[in-house]
């Protein structure tokens, strides 16, 4: 009898044990999750000005402020041989600068690539040429 006693006592306890890890497993997974929806409200982004819209003049695009330093590209690998590179610049859109990072493309024969640039204006404005393939070489 004393026998079925301590095995009773073994799977009540076991079965209590079993529960305990059960409720930790628990409240592990709220704890994961109540993190996570924690963590999703948080966005790291530079604070950055947002100026007036731009306006297009010619083939230029005028800004309201000077654009920021030029990121550091790590120039990967070529696609393909013959591959050119086209660096990242800054561009203006919805009032405000926005990084374009570079990427290869094909060579087009009879056209030379001018890559976009940005120059102060007569009146005090930054000035954006957005380069691109021209006909000819330079």
């Known amino acids: 009898m004393q026998n079925r006693q301590e095995q009773g006592a073994r799977t009540v306890a076991a079965i209590r044990l079993g529960d305990i890890l059960r409720r930790g497993r628990t409240w592990w997974a709220v704890g994961a999750v109540a993190g996570a929806a924690a963590l999703s409200g948080c966005a790291v982004v530079p604070a950055s000005p947002v100026y007036g819209p731009g306006y297009y003049q010619g083939e230029y695009i005028a800004g309201a402020g000077a654009p920021p330093a030029p990121y550091v590209e790590t120039i990967p690998l070529a696609p393909f ?51 691109g393939w021209e006909r000819g070489r330079r």
């Open 81 to 131: 041989v013959g591959a050119i590179w086209i660096g990242g610049f800054w561009d203006w859109e919805g009032g405000r600068h926005v990084w374009r990072p570079g990427h290869y493309d094909r060579p087009r024969p009879g056209f030379s690539y001018r890559q976009p640039g940005w120059h102060a204006g007569p009146d005090g404005r930054w000035m954006l040429h957005r380069g």
